[in-house]
């Protein structure tokens, strides 16, 4: 599945729904019940936002909860270490899949990387996009951006674009650290224009997301919808929901978590 990249050119005037439109909402902490994970679904797909971003065993229920609105329903693979053998990441996707979910976002095998064990993880990646795309499905690649250094970050894109997936990701949000201005700077300059980049971790108020779009994501991971949907809807009101050149700084944009 090759999907054209949709960056937003500086200067771009936005609304709020083209806000909403690039937004995964998180709900992936361990605690969460299914009756939140259904109440928090219900209201976020009265936004229209683009998806809502679940644990596997919460696809199903996410999905009745989303029913008669565009919003999608994404879980996640090997989450949160990608760890998992490989075998075990295809059949966790192949059950998402049945379960009704439109978009995976794996995690690859940190260790390996670091480890420079570079065509275990390609491989690890390809499994799952092979089964994703089988079905029709975008699949994201999570980093971890936190515990990787520079030359293992572009080593990851190019195991990601050699595997065939649709987008690499900074981060799960669970690893201490989240979405950086210079990290998505240097996936978006490694990978090719038909991938694409998603933020995640940290992305918490409208000028930080501005930022990011401005350096070529696509694609924001946020439990912060309701206030970066407040922030829009007000400079949108004022007519300043504009996207900014590329390299200026934002707030938020080290922090960690979703």
Not at 23 to 32: G, N, Q, R, S, V
Not at 127 to 147: D, Q, S
Not at 196 to 205: C, E, I, L, P, T
């Amino acid at each position: 599945m090759v999907v054209m990249s949709h960056i937003i050119a500086p200067g771009t005037s936005l609304t709020a729904q083209d806000v909403a439109d690039l937004i995964d909402h998180a709900l992936l902490k361990p605690e969460l019940t299914p009756q939140e994970v259904e109440q928090t679904c219900r209201e976020l797909a009265q936004d229209e936002i683009w998806s809502v971003c679940v644990r596997p065993s919460d696809v199903r229920l996410a999905l009745q909860a989303v029913e008669g609105h565009q919003t999608r329903v994404c879980t996640v693979i090997g989450f949160p270490h990608g760890t998992t053998s490989t075998a075990a990441k295809v059949a966790e996707s192949r059950q998402a899949l049945a379960d009704g979910a439109t978009e995976l976002d794996m995690v690859l095998n940190i260790g390996r990387l670091r480890g420079g064990d570079v065509e275990a993880v390609k491989q690890d990646i390809a499994a799952v996009v092979e089964t994703g795309h089988a079905a029709g499905v975008l699949v994201k690649v999570i980093f971890e951006t936190a515990l990787l250094d520079e030359a293992q970050k572009e080593a990851a894109c190019r195991a990601s674009e050699d595997a065939g997936a649709d987008f690499v990701k900074t981060s799960t949000g669970f690893a201490g650290g989240g979405a950086t201005l210079p990290d998505v700077r240097l996936m978006r300059a490694t990978i090719p224009d038909t991938m694409q980049v998603k933020a995640s971790g940290g992305v918490r108020d409208i000028d930080t997301l501005l930022a990011m779009v401005a350096e070529g994501v696509t694609r924001i991971g946020t439990s912060s919808t309701e206030a970066l949907l407040a922030g829009a809807r007000e400079r949108e009101e004022e007519g300043t929901l504009v996207v900014p050149e590329p390299g200026a700084d934002a707030p938020g944009t080290e922090g960690e978590g979703y």
